[in-house]
Structures are given as C-alpha cells and as structure tokens.
C-alpha cells in the first residue's frame, strides 16, 4: 500500500494561481463563487465542493473529473493513511531498543 498523501486540491488551484498570478479573491469574482470558501479550500480547511470543481473546470477549460477526482484521491489516501496509522505505531514501538537501566 502507498504511503503517500494526495495533495489537497487547494494546494492544486493554489498553484494554478500562482502561475497565472492571480489572487484567490480575483477568481472567486470571476466565477461568481463565495471568497470565503475559496480561502477555506486553498488553505486546505474544506473539501472542494462539487461547485466549485465545475466552475474550476469551466474556467480552466478542463473536464470536470479532473477536479473531483483530486478531491476523491486526496480523501481516500487520508483514509488508508488513518486506517493504517495504528498498525505502524505498533510496528515502530516494537523496534524500538530497550534501555541498559529502567528507572
């Protein structure tokens, strides 16, 4: 199983920003969507909602499965990383060296 994290669609759009330079806000006005919620998604603090990734892929002229999916992955790696969380913990305690002298 991979370890790794998907990355969070808003550090994605964070990116597409940057490029383009372009603030959040300007986009958020160029798409008619709430410019709170864009800031919550690019700082990574809520999911990408279905809105969203439709006026992300109207804008960017791309398909609509593009965004949800980076939504998708990006939960589902969260999942498998929390699910197994407990058995690595385990795994690492039990490789740890005992000390020369307890207390």
């Known amino acids: 199983m991979s370890e790794n994290i998907h990355p969070h669609p808003g550090l994605v ?12 806000f300007e986009l958020a006005l160029r798409i008619n969507f709430d410019e709170d919620e864009m800031k919550d998604v690019i700082d990574m603090k809520m999911p990408m909602s279905l ?3 439709t006026k992300l892929s109207q ?3 791309e398909e609509l499965d593009f965004w949800i999916k980076l939504q998708v992955n990006y939960e589902l790696s969260l999942v498998a990383f929390e699910t197994s ?8 305690i039990m490789l740890l060296p005992l000390p020369d002298k307890f207390g």
């Open 51 to 53: 809105t969203l990734c």
């Open 85 to 92: 969380y407990p058995t690595r913990i385990k795994r690492d």
């Open 13 to 24: 759009l964070k990116c597409r920003l940057r490029e383009l330079k372009l603030a959040f």
């Open 59 to 61: 804008f960017f002229s």
